[in-house]
């Protein structure tokens, strides 16, 4: 039985050659991933995962219970991170915590970054929190991380929602959730840098929305992100969608997972090493792109290498002093 989940999905879509290494080929690294970019994410969600799950929002202190959960969540999160054979390197110079590296060692870049993240999770509690009260995401029905793989004949597609929400008056409507901790807000939440203008496609929560459907037999009303680290109107992007678009990504999901099943099942059937490589190469190519950039499998990938080595001999244009490109336009 082939699994794919969305994570999945997209890591195939950008990158089949990846997907091979990640899902199955489970290649080993010699370098491991390091999993410090990963962890605001995750107890920022933990946090109104407890939020939801545990009812904190009934109790009349919820915001200082919130905040007193942040670091107990940051430290599981940090031993499941490394139970995944991750590690948390904090001085990595691609690491968003510190800030500021300079002239720290790894101890203090340690103490530093995991101060300052959770600062910004304290933060971002109160905006949370003023996000679900401005759009009433509060309901009879409240669940967090719901499960929803489903099986389609002999595969299994798998989603797991952060949040599903039925709203009460005026809303009357059953909407999910998915919080986002990126600094960029939405430009990456679709897999690929998403242009100024651009609209968010939304294609994980309409994942998310294909399997509700199948399990629920009722299509969600609404689909939202929600961005932790911003506020007021910027704090929650609404998908649109209609059954169209469900039934498009449904088509498009388990055409993907009979794919991969096939292709891996054909690489599986040839015993020898070379062809099986050979094979691969035509069935889960590398897709060089900006991706390759984070990729943990660059130390595998020699087309990733060579994109890696040509971003970083780019030229840095300077202009000599006084010259103007600006050819009138702004006048």
């Known amino acids: 039985m082939t699994y794919l989940s969305y994570s999945g999905y997209k890591s195939n879509a950008t990158c089949p050659f990846q997907y091979w290494n990640r899902y199955v080929n489970k290649t080993l690294l010699k370098i491991q991933e390091n999993g410090v970019n990963s962890l605001y994410g995750s107890t920022i969600g933990v946090v109104f995962e407890s939020f939801y799950r545990d009812r904190v929002w009934k109790r009349p202190e919820y915001l200082k219970v919130l905040q007193d959960l ?33 002239g720290l060692s790894a101890s203090q870049a340690l103490s530093r970054g995991r101060e300052e993240l959770l600062r910004d999770v304290y933060e971002s509690i109160p905006r949370g929190l003023e996000a679900i009260r401005a759009n009433r995401f509060i309901g009879p029905l409240m669940e967090a991380e719901m499960k929803l793989d489903t099986r389609f004949g002999p595969h299994m597609i798998g989603g797991r929602a952060d949040f599903v929400v039925q709203r ?54 609404a689909l939202a992100y929600v961005f932790w680290r911003y506020s007021g109107e910027q704090a929650v992007e609404w998908v649109p969608f209609d059954e169209g678009d469900l039934n498009a990504l449904k088509d498009e999901m388990l055409s993907t997972i009979r794919r991969i099943d096939r292709n891996s099942n054909q690489i ?28 943990s499998y660059a130390e595998v ?17 300077v202009l000599p002093e006084g010259v103007d490109l600006s050819l009138g336009l702004d006048d």
């Open 70 to 102: 942040a670091e107990p969540i940051l430290d599981q999160t940090i031993k499941d991170q490394l139970k995944q054979g991750r590690v948390i390197d904090w001085s990595d110079e691609k690491s968003n915590y510190p800030e500021s590296k300079d």
């Open 168 to 221: 009460t008056t005026p809303h009357n409507d059953l909407v999910i959730l998915d919080g986002k901790g990126s600094r960029h807000r939405e430009k990456y939440v679709d897999g690929t840098p998403r242009k100024k203008g651009q609209p968010v496609e939304g294609v994980q929560l309409k994942w998310y929305a294909v399997l509700y459907r199948e399990i629920h037999k009722k299509v969600p009303d």
């Open 268 to 295: 599986a059937s040839v015993s020898s090493p070379k062809a099986q490589e050979e094979l691969r190469e035509e069935l889960f190519p590398a897709q060089p792109g900006f991706h390759c950039n984070l990729c």
């Open 301 to 317: 990938c020699e087309k990733g290498r060579n994109y890696k080595a040509r971003s970083q001999r780019k030229p840095r244009v």
